[in-house]
């Protein structure tokens, strides 16, 4: 059973995640039409989303003018991206950062669907291509232990770079 709510309930935050959910309906929706003419969502969808990471990857390393991870922290996990996700960041070095988030607008979305706990799973995962695409533009590989949408208590991203 997925937990996913969200303890700042600031009207401003609550209005960002809207936005996020919208987002996340898109993609369910493009899923369900895709499978209701027979295609399976992991056919089409984590290549999809994982070209919009690249892009958005390629054009945040070019903002930040730096491929560190800390750039990365510094552009896409901002102080209100923090605040929206309920986030802990555990580490952050040139190489490796470290990400807790507590809440998900994009598992909110889902819920709100009445998706099934295993189809969240399967939206998050093809979303998650996206955060894959980002970290390859800064050198870096995404590991994700922990998953709202698999019923753990937290997102844990784990980036970092084979510098070896």
């Known amino acids: 059973m997925i937990k996913n709510e969200a303890k700042s ?42 070209r ?8 945040l390393v070019k903002k ?3 491929d560190s991870l800390k750039g990365l922290k510094k552009t896409l996990f901002s102080k209100p991206a923090q605040m929206v996700f309920e986030m802990d960041i555990k ?13 998900c607008p994009l598992v909110k979305a889902w819920q709100k669907q009445g998706c099934t706990d295993e189809e969240i799973a399967r939206l998050c995962d093809i979303a998650m291509c996206g955060d ?10 995404l590991d994700l232990p922990n998953c709202i949408a698999k019923g753990d208590d937290i997102c844990a991203l784990r980036y970092h770079k084979n510098n070896k």
Request: net charge negative.
């Open 9 to 50: 309930k600031n009207p401003l935050i609550v209005a960002i995640r809207e936005l996020l959910e919208h987002r996340a309906l898109w993609l369910y929706l493009l899923c369900d039409e895709a499978g209701k003419k027979g295609l399976k969502w992991e056919d089409f969808a984590p290549a999809a989303v994982k």
């Open 52 to 59: 919009c990471g690249l892009y958005q990857g390629k054009n």
């Open 64 to 66: 930040g003018k730096t």
């Open 91 to 103: 580490k952050s070095t040139d190489d490796e950062l470290n990400i807790d988030f507590h809440y």
């Open 132 to 141: 894959h695409g980002i970290g390859e533009e800064y050198g870096a590989v």
